[in-house]
């Protein structure tokens, strides 16, 4: 638990965004890593329609990421300003505050979507033939929705508070445990969706408890401290909670887009191609989260450089840590891409035979739907610096956009104009599109600045950046 030597405001930032993007990057592969063996032991030890049934309920496991995001995100952006200006006491009751909500707020939703399962399933896709499976597996992994969201908010803390790399192990340690447990809960055991869903369970809940001792120790500069219910405080937590919602409300939105992919895909595809399309998709769906949370440790790689640079009005750091993590994550893209247009009959059968329909379906499909990786990359960038930045409109706007608008559309439309492929196609068509609308607030941006500095010529160069960056109007407590 011993805390790296990391400085914010003076190291380089090349240097600060290696020191910490290696240990985010391997704490997100393992965090992948955690998903995609469920699906692998799912598809071998249970078998395709099991497949499908943990897709159907996932936009539910993506519902608590989300959550945890969002108040990571938040709670982190406010907490790196006032740590920049020596206001630690602030920082701590930032993030306690938001721990403390976010877990009140998914115990209730937890309970709610536990209570009415069959119906929550039925309204999530769920076919007659996938209900049972999908509702069992829902039942004994959903009441632990809150340790999944802590376990993401809690990542932003303990960076921002110098210990990248035991944040690391919080998910090196909970991805471990869910693949050993995986294997001997299906296989050896024969629990079936019960197996695998407790697997995942206990892996979140030890990982999440990694985090809340670290949090309780006094010797760490971010850690819990006690909450007062006088009626005051509770109008500051109430106001605090709402910026920080603002704030990181982009962060959450980007997982329910994804839970908006697995949605309207699954109805797309049960549509044209039944329950084996279903299955093919899941396979994606399984494999993206490793493409999403490698360009997700990059962003938030550069958030605390950004953010806490922010709060001191350095903008040139801020806008190297952006560029850098921009140009880290295109190149991450672009590899991502080729391998999987390469390689993807083989990635198809980690976790189905060749036997299944699925795998035929899946292997022509792979291909189309990394034709969008590099695309995603620079919007998934994007939209985190506009979060570091108090630029929550854009970065909401961007992820509105790209996650439900042009996606639904894509979805729905492109099936009717180029077939089967047209629902591979969707996703990437939706990345591409949102990647020019960032380009189009790029060049806006810079014709803008180009003209202050014209009438500036005297002044301060390092006054903007691109995009603008608003000086933080609102400093909550």
């Not at 969002?70 to 907490?79: D, L, N, P, R, T």
């Not at 408890?209 to 007062?228: D, G, H, N, Q, T």
Request: hydrophobic residues 50%; aromatic residues 12%.
């Amino acid at each position: 638990m011993e805390r790296d030597n990391i400085d914010f405001k003076n190291m380089d930032i090349a240097a600060l965004f290696r020191k910490l993007l290696l240990p985010t990057v391997l704490g997100m592969i393992f965090s992948a890593l955690f998903v995609i063996t469920d699906g692998i032991f799912v598809g071998k030890g249970i078998g395709s329609d099991a497949l499908a049934a943990v897709n159907i309920v996932a936009p539910l496991w993506l519902f608590s990421t989300g959550v945890g995001l969002m108040f990571g995100v938040g709670a982190s952006v406010v907490a790196s300003i006032h740590l920049s200006h020596g206001k630690v006491k602030a920082a701590r009751i930032n993030i306690t505050q938001s721990i403390v909500i976010s877990s009140l707020l998914l115990i209730t939703t937890s309970t709610l979507f536990c209570f009415f399962a069959p119906q929550v399933v039925h309204l999530l896709g769920g076919s007659e033939r996938l209900t049972p499976l999908a509702v069992e597996y829902m039942l004994w992994f959903v009441p632990f929705s809150v340790f999944t969201a802590l376990l993401n908010s809690g990542m932003f803390f303990l960076r921002l508070d110098g210990s990248p790399n035991f944040a690391m192990m919080c998910n090196v340690v909970a991805a471990v445990l869910n693949i050993i447990l995986d294997y001997l809960f299906i296989f050896p055991f024969g629990w079936g969706m019960f197996g695998a869903a407790i697997a995942s369970a206990v892996g979140t809940t030890v990982g999440a408890l990694m985090i809340i001792i670290y949090l309780s120790r006094r010797k760490c500069s971010l850690r819990f401290y006690p909450v007062k219910l006088s009626r005051k405080s509770m109008q500051l937590t109430r106001r605090n909670i709402g910026y920080m919602c603002h704030l990181g409300s982009s962060a959450f939105l980007c997982e329910v887009a994804i839970a908006c992919m697995m949605f309207v895909g699954n109805i797309v595809f049960i549509h044209y191609l039944k329950e084996e399309g279903v299955a093919a998709f899941s396979i994606a769906c399984y494999f993206f989260p490793i493409i999403f949370m490698v360009y997700n440790a990059i962003a938030q790689s550069a958030q605390p450089i950004i953010s806490y640079n922010h709060g001191l009005h350095k903008e040139t750091r801020v806008r190297r840590a952006y560029l850098l993590a921009l140009k880290t994550a295109i190149c991450c893209g672009a590899a991502f891409a080729l391998i999987t247009i390469l390689f993807s009959p083989e990635i198809v059968s980690m976790f189905i035979d060749r036997s299944y329909p699925a795998y035929e379906i899946a292997s022509k499909g792979l291909p189309l739907y990394a034709t969008g990786f590099i695309f995603f990359a620079a919007n998934i960038v994007s939209i985190g610096y506009f979060q570091s930045v108090e630029r929550a409109r854009y970065a909401t706007i961007i992820t509105l956009l790209r996650g439900f608008v042009l996606l639904t559309a894509c979805f729905f439309g492109l099936p009717l104009l180029l077939g089967n492929s047209g629902i591979w196609l969707a996703t990437p068509l939706a990345e591409l599109l949102t990647t020019l609308f960032i380009l189009i607030i790029y060049i806006r941006a810079k014709r803008k600045r180009e003209k202050n500095i014209v009438s500036l010529q005297h002044g301060n160069n390092d006054k903007e950046i691109l995009p603008k960056i608003q000086t933080p109007g609102r400093k909550p407590a």
